[in-house]
């Protein structure tokens, strides 16, 4: 299936830094890509999503780039706050409804 | 507000029994989904159900099998647990779209920590 490669791993920033999330992927028919943030102990909840016909999103702090030719989008979070410290994980659509989830990066804001 | 809550946070199971993990959600979706979520390994789809009595085999649906009886409730059952399955499991759900239309907005529950010894 659909394989979705996220970097890094891990992430530590000191508040009021930017921080970059990256996600490479395969399947040139997806058209939707969603990051999610997951704080401890909760499930994943959407914070930004951006589709195939937009390059660039961006809400508050938070915003999203895509390119499709290199398939690959990311998210950045500028002005860091220690409660954006959390697992963020890329996503993208793969057949009819479903997503398809990157192995998550976590982001530890420092303050 | 939207929820999807799910029976339990922790379980502890032992080797070969029967577990069932049970999801809920107030929301009225069609979709709904397990994953397995694992360190490393990210969010991994195990089945999902588009419609009641409906459902389709995710990425890793071998142990598992799922249920489906009503809208609001979604059913994972693992029918001989084993020890590699120990995992955090993720319910979500979501609205159905109309084909033509882009991907949308999954609701996850708390999750549910298994631990089979």
């Known amino acids: 299936g659909e394989n979705v490669e996220q970097h890094p791993s891990t992430l530590s920033v000191q508040e009021g830094d930017s921080a970059v999330i990256k996600c490479t992927y395969s399947?040139?028919?997806?058209?939707?890509f969603p990051w999610y943030k997951q704080e401890l102990g909760k499930g994943p909840q959407l914070i930004i999503d951006?589709?195939?016909?937009?390059g660039e999103k961006k809400d508050q702090r938070i915003a999203v780039t895509l390119n499709k030719t290199a398939k690959h989008f990311s998210l950045h979070i500028t002005e860091t706050q220690p409660e954006d410290s959390a697992v963020y994980f890329c996503?993208?659509?793969?057949?009819?409804?479903?997503?398809?989830f990157g192995t998550g990066t976590r982001l530890l804001v420092s303050p | 507000d939207v929820k999807v809550t799910q029976s339990s946070r922790y379980l502890v199971k032992r080797t070969g029994e029967k577990v069932f993990l049970e999801c809920v959600q107030d929301?009225?979706?069609?979709?709904m989904f397990w994953y397995r979520q694992d360190p490393g390994l990210g969010l991994r789809l195990i089945y999902f159900?588009?419609?009641?009595?409906?459902?389709e085999k995710g990425d890793i649906p071998e142990g598992y099998s799922v249920s489906r009886e009503k809208k609001e409730r979604f059913s994972l059952i693992l029918e001989s647990a084993s020890t590699n399955q120990t995992s955090m499991y993720l319910c979500?759900?979501?609205?159905?779209?109309?084909?033509?239309?882009?991907?949308?907005?999954?609701?996850f529950g708390p999750g549910t920590r298994l631990t089979v010894l």
């Open positions: 951006i589709r195939s016909n937009v």
């Open positions: 996503a993208l659509n793969t057949g009819f409804q479903k997503l398809v």
């Open positions: 929301m009225d979706h069609e979709n």
């Open positions: 979500a759900s979501s609205l159905r779209l109309a084909e033509n239309l882009l991907g949308n907005e999954q609701f």
């Open positions: 399947d040139s028919a997806s058209n939707y």
């Open positions: 159900s588009y419609d009641v009595k409906m459902k």
